[in-house]
C-alpha cells in the first residue's frame, strides 16, 4: 500500500464548511452592483480558485474598473457571514492526529494570504501547518505552482504527497503537479464532476477522508 509524507488541504469546502457563505457573498455583491446574478452552481464551481479568476469567469460582465468596487462588497457579505462559519466535524480531531503521526501538513487555497492567516488565527489552526500557498502569492489553480512551490519547501518528492479537495480545480492541479489526490463530495463540486477530473480517490465524508488516510500515512 502506498504511503504519504504529506496532506495538502484546500481550505474553503475541504476543511472549512464555508460554500455556501462564499456563493452567497458572490451573488449579494452581484445584487449590491445591480450585475447578473450567478446561479448556485455557477457561482460554486468557481470557488477554489483565485478571487478575481473566479470573478471573471461567474460574473463576465464586471469590468476591470469595477473590480475593486465588487470585491468590497464580497468581502462585505463574507464577513458579516463569517462567524458563523466553522471546520467541518471531524477535520480538528484529524489534523490533531496526522500531526501526531508526524505527517507534514500544508494547504494550497484559492483565499488570499490575509485571508487565511485570519482564519488560522482565528481558529488557532497556525501550528498545524508546516507550510502554506495562497492564491495571491503564486498562480491560481489548476496551475500546479501552489504544490510545486509546497513540496520544494518541505523537501518531498510528488508520489509522497496527497492533495485534498473539493473542486475539480483542486484535482487538476494535483494532476498537472504529478501528486496523488483525493476529491472530498461534501464540498463545492459534485461526484461526477469530480470524477471527471481523475482522483485517486472520492469520498463522501471527512470520517471516510479520515478512515483512508490513517492507513496510507
Known amino acids: 500500500m502506498k504511503r504519504y509524507e504529506a496532506v495538502i488541504f484546500d481550505w474553503d ?3 472549512m464548511d464555508s460554500t455556501h457563505s462564499i456563493v452567497a457573498a458572490i451573488q449579494g455583491a452581484c445584487t ?3 450585475l447578473p446574478v450567478p446561479s448556485d452552481s455557477e457561482a460554486s464551481w468557481v470557488i477554489g480558485l483565485s478571487l478575481q479568476s473566479a470573478l471573471y469567469h461567474c460574473v463576465p460582465t464586471l469590468t476591470e474598473h469595477r473590480m475593486e468596487a465588487f470585491l468590497d462588497r464580497y468581502r462585505f457579505h463574507f464577513l458579516s457571514r463569517d462567524p458563523h462559519i466553522r471546520l467541518f466535524d471531524g477535520i480538528p480531531e484529524l489534523l490533531v492526529e496526522l500531526r501526531a503521526g508526524r505527517v507534514s501538513l500544508g494547504v494550497a487555497t484559492g483565499k488570499s494570504r490575509v485571508g487565511l492567516d485570519r482564519v488560522l488565527d482565528t481558529m488557532k489552526l497556525r501550528d498545524h ?4 500557498r495562497c492564491a495571491d502569492e503564486s498562480f491560481s489553480k489548476p496551475h500546479p505552482a501552489m504544490l510545486l512551490e509546497l513540496m520544494d519547501e518541505l523537501g518531498l518528492e510528488p508520489e509522497r504527497v496527497l492533495m485534498v479537495g473539493d473542486t475539480s480545480h483542486d484535482v487538476q492541479m494535483a494532476v498537472a ?3 496523488d ?3 472530498v463530495t461534501y464540498g463545492a463540486h459534485n461526484p461526477a464532476i469530480l470524477q471527471e477530473a481523475g482522483p485517486t480517490v472520492l469520498v463522501d465524508s471527512v470520517g471516510e477522508m ?3 488516510l490513517v492507513e496510507r500515512v
Open 181 to 183: 489526490s483525493m476529491a
Open 13 to 15: 469546502g475541504t476543511v
Open 32 to 34: 449590491d452592483l445591480e
Open 210 to 212: 479520515r478512515q483512508w
Open 177 to 179: 503537479a504529478g501528486v
Open 129 to 132: 501547518f508546516d507550510a502554506t
